[in-house]
């Protein structure tokens, strides 16, 4: 889609710059060590985990930790038994949950299960999250390698971001669904080369396939990286009509043949996502609308990078970090889109990304420095129930401002390399011939036409090491939690729990309480189901509300739990309890080691009587109570 009156990039006359062939694929040597040293940093951040693998899970949001645990004994236990992935009773017993309606992480857990099978989900959960950061890097690096820059430091500098950005590291505190964007760039760039003469049904088969595996992974991502492709698309059309009407069929024919092998593949999951069992429209009151990115916090240091400093939390909230460069990156930043900008089409569409989803991610009212000014912002005029956006938060969009970033820094570095090199060194564009469709080369970087001004190139590394250096991710943050009881672990609830029945672990597994006990669930591979759970399920109206619906028996857990005593109980207390339990289908209710194991303990025997001690739990058999 390319002005054939110009040369795709420099915006110069095609006869300045000399015609040559496609570079050279990069040395091999090169792109190892680049995978090499991504590797390194993502062993490196998950460095906390491995001191303790079994007994460690993140301190910053350690419910999500063991949900991904979970669903990686999920997978596991759904090849194990051939049963649906999409749906399991393993969890929120006996609704179940609608796996593919929550993140379930469905393309990463399915062809894992083995290598959970032999490690366990404790081990398969660390090993996993650094795999996932050190793959976007490293895919991100070969987007960058082969289609836009011409120097492979640059394109490692690009992928370090992309994969090592501060936003994404601080979702690899326990959501490994957000650090798992190794697809992204593959699926940008077959997006750039639908315009291909004569291979729009390769393009489009490959670009479905893509887009229907990122399905399984993460579907908000998706959503995310199809909305900065469709600005990409309108930013190039914009600026190259000719070119954009040439390859406007081409195009076109290819996304159709993607869409088309999506819906046939992805059909099924997503109607059992939106009309299967236990699914929902829309979360209860739209309560992701309101997390707007502070204004602030572009310029601020993200709590997990070495300038980071947790206490800014109390200041600007504690509110999901997806951007948080720092004031050297984003001052970095301005300078390069100046200086760029006029010579670089690629930079110019970087520019537009960077400012449509910076303001979009606003939110519905302008944030600064921890407090709402009052001024509206653009999801102000966005109703909660609009369809694909209902789910979404805001601030998650500056996610898109952080790759664009990314290429930024790669554009940056790499116009610093071609500084100073003599000019038969110096890397030629193509030329466009009239009429020819663009490819995803015409985004690469500006060739200069001679040498100048040598002192840039080092002026402009120190640059790019100053701004990035600060934002070195440290290794995630990790808590100590309580190992299970050896009651679950050995096998000794075996038989108290025949087939068709439950274990009620006490507390009952919610969002906000039962953090250890839904971990009893994962580490014994899921053999045998407990209520409640850590999902999004339906109320009573159809919408998506956290966790399973409290019933009165577990509102009465919960209530002493915060509590620390318990309440005066009554003949109604217990008669509900008993109800409580045949609608759970229970077998036995088990206490193990807890914090408020005292008070639970004198609950739970008002309730149901006296327990027996087994191995290192309480155990109430209530088979004779629930029949």
Known sequence: MVDPSLNPVTDVDPAEVEPTRRPRRRPARADLLALGAYVL?????CLNYWG?????????????HSWFEWLFAHGAYSVRHLENPLFTARQNAPDGVNMIANTSLLGVTLPLAPLT???GPQVMYALYLGGALAATAGTGYWMLSRHLVRSRAAAFVGGAFLGFAPGIIHHANGQPNFVSNFLLPLIVVRVLRLGEPGRWRRNGLVLGALVTYQIFINEEMLLLTALACLVVVLAYAVQRPRATRAAAGTFLAGLGVAGGLTLVLAAYPIW??????QSYRGLQGGVFHNWGEDLVAFVTFARDTWAGDPAVEKTIGLTEQNTWFGWPLVLLSLVALVLLVRRSLATRIVAVLIVVFSVAAIGPWVRFDGVETGVRGPWSYVPD???????????RLTLVVAAAVGVLLALT??????????????PRVPAQRAGEPATSDDLAAPAPVAARRRWLRPVGYAAVALAVLPLFPRPLPAQQIDPPPHFITAGGWRPYVPAGRTLVPVPIPSNVHGLPTLRWSALTGQEFPVPGGYFIGPNELGEGVFGAPNRPTSSLIYFTMDRGAVPVLTDENRRQAIEDLRFWRASVVVLGAHP????LRELVTGLLGSPQRVDDVWVW???????
């Open 117 to 119: 099978m032999l490690l």
């Open 272 to 277: 059992y996502q939106f009309n299967g069992p």
């Open 41 to 45: 940093l993502g062993i490196f951040v």
């Open 52 to 64: 303790d693998v079994s007994g460690r899970v993140s301190s910053h949001l350690p419910t999500d």
């Open 413 to 426: 570095w790499d116009a610093a390399h071609r500084q100073g090199r003599p000019v038969a060194d110096q």
């Open 621 to 627: 058999d209530v088979r004779a109570l629930v029949g």
């Open 385 to 395: 129930d609009l369809p694909l956006v209902e789910m979404m938060m805001p601030t």
């Open 596 to 599: 408020r194991e005292a008070v």
